[in-house]
């Protein structure tokens, strides 16, 4: 006797699911005669008839694929509709909307709901489906509203000004120079010390750019043998921000992302640069000229300064107890432009976001309500122990006091030994930096109250001992 081969299972599409009900609806065909029209089963049919409301909410919505049999529902259904909205305020807007742009968009939003989420090619592929959002040749996409002729005065190539609603908060950011006396300690200033430093943030505090320091040193002894390209600064050997070079890479990153996106300058700065060729992907606001409002606001520079000087203090602190008999004034003179640097991306990575969202939303810079205040130490460095919180805050603003007269000595590095003839430090070995690991580790064994100091250790253990083996 041959068995019976198993039935093939029939699924309908969306277009054929609104067909069956339209059939019950307007005719008296029972669903067992409309199964075997369609040759499904029956239960099938019933299935169709409990979910009419949703079926007809779905055909209307216009972003359904009418050609789809199975509407898997995705298992972040969440990012799924906050990006389907960002998908359609784009359109409007005429972007040139990418697929590495809805990636980017999908990991912020996944990141401003608490989800942990790395969108993939294959994700984006089926959002596309589920959304029926169009596929093919990347093209400019045409606004739901054609923008209206220019007055007859205009020239017709005139462009309207933009301005901060043409861009979402997450796009839109600001900078400022910071003058900085890297190792300046309570007390006289000198102008050799000077650093100028370029902070760079979105609105909403959840993208800092790299760090970029301009110095007066044109090639720092501290730098030999050092790969640059790793550091977590970019130096500049001159206190002037090329504005050119700098604008220049913003674009280029940018447009890797495929973003579009608003960078906040004085209008002095804006106008300077506003004919710099090349800028696809950045566009300048300029402020009003009369604002007294930076583009980056003040709280937040502050706040760095103070991270940055709770640092730098915490470091002299430890060279003179690690060192017997060694000088306030010595262990500042150690103080090198590469360990600044580090100091630096330090301090601008202990900013947090919250404070930086209310700083732009406070300033007018961005849309929202002002959050509510956040706590004092959350604000601001906690006072370094010996210092009154009115002699730490003016130590915070060091750079508005006049430099002292003494002339500045080269600075001499945080060790005197294993010098060449040459007068540069002779570079460390893999086996070196296996042996200082060892020394790390058994001085936390030694003084460590927590186990906490050894999980970071760990982290970085890992690191060298990958960085030996290649």
């Known amino acids: 006797m041959e068995l019976s081969s198993k039935k093939k299972l029939h699924a309908l599409s969306l277009a054929e699911k609104i067909q069956v009900l339209e059939l019950l609806d307007e005719s008296k065909m029972s669903q067992s005669e409309v199964a075997r029209r369609f040759q499904v089963s029956q239960p099938q049919i019933s299935r169709i008839c409990k979910n009419k409301e949703k079926l007809l909410a779905d055909w209307c919505s ?4 009418h050609g789809r049999k199975r509407k898997r529902e995705s298992k972040y ?25 809805l990636l980017h968009k999908a990991k912020e939003l996944a990141d401003i709901m608490g989800q942990d989420f790395v969108p993939s090619i294959g994700w984006l592929v089926r959002w596309k489906r589920r959304n ?9 996409l045409v606004p739901l509203f054609p923008p209206e002729p220019p007055p007859p005065g205009l020239p017709s190539q005139a462009q309207p000004p933009l301005s901060l609603k043409d861009f979402s908060p997450e796009d839109v950011f600001g900078c400022a120079e910071v003058p900085l006396l890297y190792r300046a300690g309570p007390g006289r200033v000198l102008a ?14 959840t993208e800092k750019r790299k760090v970029f320091v301009g110095g007066l040193q044109a090639a720092p002894r501290c730098f030999f043998g050092v790969n640059s390209e790793a550091l977590p600064a970019s130096y500049h050997p001159d206190l002037a921000i090329p504005w ?3 604008l220049a890479q913003f674009d280029q990153d940018m447009g890797q992302q495929g973003r579009r996106v608003a960078l906040l300058l004085a209008a002095r700065v804006a106008e300077e640069w506003a004919s710099l060729p090349g800028l696809h992907h950045v566009r300048l606001l300029p402020l009003s000229a009369s604002s007294t409002t930076p583009s980056l606001p003040g709280s937040v520079v502050l706040a760095f300064k103070a991270h940055y000087r709770h640092r730098l203090l915490s470091k002299l602190a430890a060279m003179q107890s690690g060192r017997d008999g060694t000088s306030l004034a010595e262990a500042r003179a150690s103080i090198t432009v590469l360990d600044a640097l580090h100091m630096v991306a330090a301090a601008w990575a202990k900013v947090p976001p919250q404070l930086i969202l209310s700083s732009f939303i406070h300033e007018g810079l961005a849309p929202g309500k002002t959050p509510l205040s956040l706590d004092k130490d ?6 370094p122990s010996g210092l009154s919180q009115e002699e730490f805050s003016h130590f915070v603003d060091l750079e508005d006091e006049a430099p002292g007269p003494r002339v500045c000595k080269e600075e001499t590095g945080t060790e005197d030994t294993g010098r060449e003839e040459d007068g540069f430090e002779s570079l460390p070995t893999k086996a070196d930096a296996l042996r200082a690991l060892c020394t790390l580790r058994r001085w936390l064994e030694c003084n460590s109250t927590s186990p906490e100091p050894f999980e970071k250790f760990y982290d970085c253990e890992v690191e060298v001992e990958q960085l030996c083996c290649l």
């Open 192 to 205: 050799c010390d000077r650093l100028q430093v370029l902070l760079c943030a979105n609105s909403r505090g």
């Open 77 to 101: 259904s969440g990012i799924d509709e906050a990006l389907l909205c960002w998908y359609h305020i784009a359109r409007a807007k005429a972007w040139d909307v990418t697929g590495p742009m």
């Open 132 to 140: 029926n959002v169009g596929f093919g040749a990347r093209q400019v």
């Open 62 to 65: 216009g972003t359904a694929n």
């Open 378 to 383: 959350t604000e601001m460095s906690p006072v």
């Open 244 to 246: 050119s070079q700098w």
